[in-house]
């Protein structure tokens, strides 16, 4: 069976990309289609037999400057010849979905949530009203494009129940559910908790990583923040001391930190969330907003905490609370087990036997 595993764009790392590689080693002969790919941003993709990438490669900048592609994207993938491939897997947030097969091809769409500047998070992508207004009849288009490219794969899993509803809800369509694979497959090994708190986030608005600083800085206890982005001199400006940036670490510092963290701060709504199941998966409760995918990865009292709001007074009463709470790392670690790379892989193959013993 020759196979061909398409994604919207090559060009960092994060949880999707952790997917791609999850499902590289169970094809490991697949070859990865793209609208884009920039090695130097990218270097896990070279695991890969092949990369191909469509005709906006050839653009200057575009390999970096990925905000600029949305009305480019549906040519793009439409363009991509998938002639002779037996099974296609699109996993994406944006137009991988919307390429084009043979009748005879299977085409499965590993959703990671219908796309959030067009659906469920418009409001936050356009909040300026001028931007807002010119930008209507592109974002008319590329909807009508959007539910269009929906219909095309014979199958859409989602990556958690809120995905779920928003593929039902943005595009009519059922789907099934698998979790994406996360946490870490380490030893058992005695850790003395040390007295921060982590977040482990991409400095961009929706994270909410600003209230978490907030209420760090009124609370005045210690507070580690690993990641970067946009945001990132934005909330060192209003910082204070008790509050350290780390930026990109190393996995085995990220274990470090994870393991020795009092909790895992998770302020934002997130379509999954891996970081919530890497800290469980080592032995670290989450407080966390209740919405999105923490509803499918905490589980209230015995692996973490919810606060109902995203506001100061709310995750303050929350951590408040917390301090209180004892967690067993055994019930930690068991519930994290649940989003195995070997429970991700058992059931994404026994989607596709199905398939192949109907057909």
Known sequence: MKIAIVYDRVNKWGGAERVLLCLHKTFPEATLFTSVYNPQTAPWAKVFPAVKTSFLQKFPLIKTKHEYLGTFMPLAFESLDLTGFDLVISVTSEAAKGIITRPDTFHICYCLTPTRYLWS????????????????????????????????????????????????????????????????????????????????????????????????NTLGQTLYIVGTGSEESKLKRIAKKNIKFLGEV?????????????????????????????????????????????????????????????????????????????????????NAERFSEKVFKRQFLSIINNYINKN
Do not use: H
């Open 121 to 216: 998070a418009y409001e936050l992508y356009f909040k300026n009203p001028f931007l807002k207004f010119f930008s209507q009849p592109a974002v008319n288009y590329l909807r009508r494009w959007d539910k269009i490219a929906a219909q095309r794969p014979d199958l859409m899993i989602a990556i958690s129940s809120e995905v779920q509803k928003r593929i039902k809800r943005y595009y009519q369509r059922d789907s099934f559910l698998i979790y994406p694979s996360a946490g870490f497959n380490r030893e058992n090994k005695p850790e003395q908790k040390k007295d921060f708190y982590l977040v482990v986030n991409r400095l961009v608005p929706y994270k909410k990583t600003d209230l978490a600083v907030k209420v760090f």
């Open 250 to 334: 190393s996995e085995s510092k990220l274990v470090d930190y994870y393991r020795k963290a009092k909790a895992l701060i998770f302020p934002q709504e997130e379509d999954f969330g891996i970081a919530a199941v890497e800290a469980q998966s080592l032995g670290t409760p989450v407080i966390a907003y209740k919405a999105g995918g923490s509803l499918d990865t905490v589980i209230e009292g015995e692996t973490g905490i919810f606060f109902k709001e995203q506001t100061e007074e709310s995750l303050i009463s929350a951590i408040k609370r917390f301090q209180n709470l004892k967690f067993e790392k055994e019930k930690l670690r068991k």
